[in-house]
């Protein structure tokens, strides 16, 4: 039997608010995802070719050695008028941290990755990208213009050892408010496979993103989500990822414990 994959259901731009509202997810083309950031085919080219520059990810606990990343962090706030755009501005790097509620594999621990580098994260671009996910989260998900804490993630997935593992804690929420996965690029390979899950009902879709620069949206307070194993079709294949996600209240943080209280 050949290798059977589903087709993205994509959506038309002006319907995305409405079904990220209303089903908690959306997947637009990358005509449509150029449209709506303001980005051409071009840029987002150029900006892709920075994925063949990145480093291993030194945290898989599963001891693999397929995934290479880079993290970076920024705030978005509204611009005035109230409803306009975005603005977006770096921190300074910091550590990714996850609970384990929410990743029982690599939850409750500090992952210092590389950062993304300043001419990636300064390219008009990557800058466009991330406001107009923020704008989207303000809109769609907020009854009020809030500042928008995101994180922004640079992943290759690939399959030098055999089985590449895009998600490797397996189905999951992130602990934020919106997540964007883009399929930026995938070269000989088969597999990975989008699979997406209501929390509350029975719900749930699997398809394959194939199109460099289509885009996945959940709304993460109600969604699941997973991405099947990779395998080579080609030796030195491999699948590139940009996730993106916005959180409101604050960056996700390790909690200092409460300190103990002295016996009488």
Known sequence: MGHITFSPPYVSPGDVETQLRNLGHAVLRPQDVMAWSGNTAEELGALGASWGDLPPDEFLKDGGRYRRRRHASFVAEPAAPAGGAMQLRSVAHRAH???VEYNALHGGME????????AVQQAPAWQRLLASL?????TTLANAPQPWFVEAHQFRIDTAGGIGRPTPEGAHRDGVDLVAVFLVARD??????TRIFDAATPFGQRFTLTEPWSLLLLDDTRMIHETTPIQPVTEGGWRDTLVVTCRRGGFQDAVEPAPKIPAA
């Open 97 to 99: 941290w996850q609970p």
């Open 111 to 118: 992952r210092w990755f590389a950062p993304v580098t300043e």
């Open 134 to 138: 923020a704008h989207l989260a303000q």
């Open 188 to 193: 000989g390979v088969k597999g990975g496979e």
